[in-house]
């Protein structure tokens, strides 16, 4: 297991380093500049190039940010908030973006796993059914949507929550948030854990079982369960992608000061540090899950490890 886990990291580490050349690639062919003050002549616009070594190779440029990244600095804005560290822009953003994120992924994975296993339970009935127009409108409609809707009628209609982020309310003012991103996991979840638990119930080895006089709950406790469990992991960390894409719109709807908001303003403005640290950042958050699923499928499914040679 040990040596299934180093091999997972060191694929990570790769991938990172790799993302970072991209990033830096694809910023630098870019069309535009951070410094766009119609107010400034070229030889201005030169210096602040020369100034902060936007002049140089691509290539030069990368190396150089590497070495400072390992070091914490993630370099300075050039224009949302000029000269100000991008780790310190982060820092301050970043949890709130995580905390939504967190609620939302738990509320999702919860919520589906039980709707998932109540809808197979339950299987043509009008509980599936109810289940599955859920399933159904939770991936069809837009995060977006649903924040809209949610804002209307518990926010302005009845006045339940803020309509916007309100930092003397914070836990309240991210409920509405995290309902909105969840929905699109929640009803994914529900769809894949229905169909595993589905099939599961309807193998051989599950009818073998019942012959013997093993309880209905003990069959779900330590088969259903378990198969449910890593099929919400098969399509875990692909939700979690479509969570962070998504927490980009919400945290704009919601005018929440989170990593999302920030990131649609520095590439608005070309301010390619910005952009490229909280790409980079949104890349180790991707990849950290991609790798704890990872470890957690070798985990419930050694056959999974097995099979890798770990």
């Known amino acids: 297991m040990k040596k299934y886990i180093l091999r997972r990291i060191a694929i990570a580490f790769i991938t990172l380093l790799c993302i970072l050349l991209i990033l830096y690639i694809m910023m630098s062919l870019m069309p535009g500049s951070p410094f766009n003050d119609e107010k400034m002549s070229k030889e201005q616009v030169d210096a602040l190039y020369s100034k902060y070594g ?3 190779p691509v290539i030069y440029q990368f190396f150089q940010y590497f070495i400072h990244m390992l070091t914490g600095d993630f370099g300075v804005s050039y224009s949302i908030q000029t000269n100000m560290p991008v780790a310190q822009m982060i820092a301050t953003r970043l949890p709130i973006s995580i905390q939504i994120g967190l609620q939302a992924a738990v509320v999702g994975s919860l919520i589906g796993l039980i709707l998932g296993i109540i809808s197979a339970l339950k299987k043509n009935t009008y509980v599936d059914t109810i289940a599955t127009a859920i399933s159904v409108i939770g991936v069809s409609l837009p995060s977006f949507v649903f924040a809209l809707l949610l804002s209307y009628f518990f926010a302005f209609k009845f006045d339940l929550f803020p309509i916007l982020y309100n930092t003397e309310e914070k836990f309240i003012s991210t409920i509405l948030p995290t309902i909105s991103m969840s929905m699109f996991m929640l009803a994914s979840i529900a769809r894949y854990s229905r169909s595993e638990i589905v099939e599961v119930m309807a193998a051989d080895y599950i009818a073998l079982a019942e012959s013997k006089g093993i309880k209905k709950s003990q069959l779900i406790i330590k088969h259903v369960l ?20 998504g927490s980009l719109v919400i945290e704009k709807a919601f005018s929440i000061p989170g990593l999302g908001s920030l990131y649609i303003n520095a590439i608005q403005s070309n301010d390619y540090n910005v952009v490229i640290s909280i790409s980079f950042v949104y890349s180790i958050m991707f990849i950290g899950v991609m790798l704890l699923v990872d470890i957690l499928y070798g985990m419930i499914d050694p056959r999974i490890r097995l099979a890798k040679g770990a």
């Open 54 to 56: 936007l002049d140089k």
């Open 226 to 245: 378990r198969n449910a469990v890593i099929a919400v992991l098969t399509v875990f960390a692909t939700l979690m992608v479509e969570l962070m894409a």
